[in-house]
């Protein structure tokens, strides 16, 4: 069920800070082994033996994978098969794209254990879907299936298979600049947080910015000149 113990949390940070380093890789698909499950959650064996320091460190070792995905300049993406549950529905809100299968289960039941979303999840889910469903589903604990979740802004599209569609996006992103997709996704992300005004002032350096790049110039004149343009992320 792809549950996340600590070795392999540490090993998908290591794994996404490669990925983020590596110049040839335009996107990141993060998808679970098999059909039954993206991630089912943390291993909840494991959990129940940690003292409140160790839990702080685990909690901090799932925020540093979190924020990974979020903030690497390279667009991420979720396709989710089954179960995506407690530290899984973390990981996919993390990225910055989601596609689930028709089957797919989602949500943050760590209520029913006598504690929180502990690896960004109240803060993401409210982000992605609003405060309101972000209470009913973090507060109940209840699980949500595919079209719910479509429905609730959870995920971005249903296909069978979701990696399919996760692939399929992934090339349409990798036709982009990776510069203008780094600088839009820096802006996005700021986009429900801080000053409005100073998030205005942050999109207008990233836009001004980029007429500086090849990518700009390229993009620009094989638009004027009616062709497909040829970015090289410079």
Known sequence: ????????????????????????????????????????????????????????????????????LETMPKPTIAAIEGFALGGGCEVALACDLRYASPGAKLGQPEINLGIIPGWGGTQRLARVCGVGVAKDLVLTGRLVGSEEALRLGLVNGVHDPALEKAREVAELLVSKSPLALAAAKRALN????????????????????????????????????KREPHFTGR
């Open 190 to 225: 700021h986009a429900l947080q801080g000053d409005h005004v100073e998030n205005l002032q942050r999109e207008a350096d990233e836009f001004g910015g980029l007429f500086g790049s090849d990518d700009a110039r390229e993009g620009l004149t094989a638009f004027a000149e």
């Open 1 to 68: 069920m792809n549950a996340l113990d600590r070795p392999t949390l540490e090993e998908l940070r290591d794994s996404l800070e490669e990925l983020a380093a590596d110049a040839a890789v335009g996107v990141v698909i993060v998808t679970g082994a098999g059909a039954k499950a993206f991630v089912a959650g943390a291993d909840i064996k494991y959990m129940s033996g940690l003292g409140v320091e160790e839990a702080t460190l685990w909690g901090e070792l799932g925020h540093r994978t979190g924020q990974l």
